[in-house]
């Protein structure tokens, strides 16, 4: 197997490692750590699948995000 064939492959293969953890750091950590915060908030004694905590963390940060661009439209125009 050449040389650069090899070197491919390992490049690849740390590219996707790389994305996989960025993933999971985005994906877990951020919209479903907030997700499962925000139910605990509301409802304590209930234990949030992780479905519930996923939806309900992409809303908030949707939410987050609109705002954010409001707030931003308002202070440019202002």
């Not at 905590?53 to 439209?73: E, N, Q, T």
Request: proline share 4%.
């Amino acid at each position: 197997m050449p040389l650069g064939d090899l070197a491919g492959e390992a490049v690849g293969g740390v590219v996707r490692f790389v994305g996989r953890v960025l993933f999971e750091i985005v994906f877990e950590v951020m919209i479903h750590g907030t997700g499962y915060a925000v139910i605990k908030v509301f409802r304590p004694q209930s234990e949030p699948s992780d479905k519930s905590c996923a939806i309900v963390g992409l809303a908030i940060w949707a939410g987050a995000a609109g705002l954010g661009f409001w707030f931003y439209r308002y202070a440019a125009h202002s």
